[in-house]
């Protein structure tokens, strides 16, 4: 079946640091990847999405690459800000879309 | 993007009384619609799926006569948690998807039972 793995937190920075959160996968098929984020106290919000191989998915300073070879979807931010202090979960959909598989969930915090 | 909205945003309620808990697509027909549970800490936990006009597909280990699912109409699906205890309180989101769009989730649903 599918599954995703992203490395556990809570993943502390300073502020302007480099990000990076890896997150694998393992699915049959072609799958769609996700990274999405959970502020405190609110429910899930799309980030980042790519559909296939070799794409890029990128949102407010975020970037993930959809690496078919080594089925890694890494997310990476250049600067953080304290702002992006949150929980951010690796996805994939299936062929049809209809399910979404979440990895465990990476804590971020982000200190000024 | 596509709005969904879920209500309550919490709930307080005392044990062995019912919560329903609604999930709305505010501009767009929600085919499927997905419930979600998840724990202080953890990750998602996919409940159950539901397409319009039809009875929800329950994932393993959830008791569907406890979380009764109801997606009568193309905007709105519900969750009642039956007879609610303690270890029902929870986290609960739902997430919508329409034809050929992506799945957008609600802001989600704090339960606690007292």
């Known amino acids: 079946g599918n599954s995703v793995t992203q490395m556990e937190g809570p993943v502390t920075l300073s502020e302007e640091a480099f990000l990076t959160i890896n997150c694998t996968y393992t699915a049959t098929g072609y799958p769609s990847l996700f990274w999405y984020v959970q502020y405190p106290g609110e429910g899930l919000q799309l980030l980042l999405k790519?559909?296939?191989?070799?794409d890029k998915g990128s949102n407010k300073g975020f970037e993930a690459t959809y690496r078919k070879e080594t089925t890694s979807f890494h997310l990476e931010k250049g600067s953080v800000q304290v702002s992006d202090s949150a929980v951010y979960f690796c996805?994939?959909?299936?062929?049809?879309?209809?399910?979404?598989?979440f990895g465990g969930g990476t804590r971020l915090m982000v200190k000024p | 993007g596509a709005v969904v909205s879920q209500h309550p945003s919490w709930v307080i309620c005392k044990s062995g009384t019912s919560v329903k808990i609604e999930c709305r697509s505010l501009d767009f027909q929600a085919t499927t619609m997905f419930w979600y549970r998840q724990f202080p800490k953890q990750s998602l936990m996919l409940m159950a799926t539901?397409?319009?006009?039809?009875?929800?597909?329950?994932e393993q280990g959830v008791e569907k006569d406890k979380f009764l699912i109801n997606h009568a109409s193309l905007t709105l699906s519900t969750l009642t948690v039956t007879s609610a205890h303690p270890e029902d309180s929870s986290f609960y989101i739902c997430s919508a998807r329409g034809m050929n769009t992506e799945a957008f989730f609600g802001q989600g649903t704090r339960l606690t039972v007292v």
């Open positions: 996805a994939l959909a299936n062929n049809a879309g209809n399910m979404l598989t």
């Open positions: 790519a559909t296939k191989a070799d």
């Open positions: 539901s397409n319009e006009g039809s009875k929800a597909t329950y």
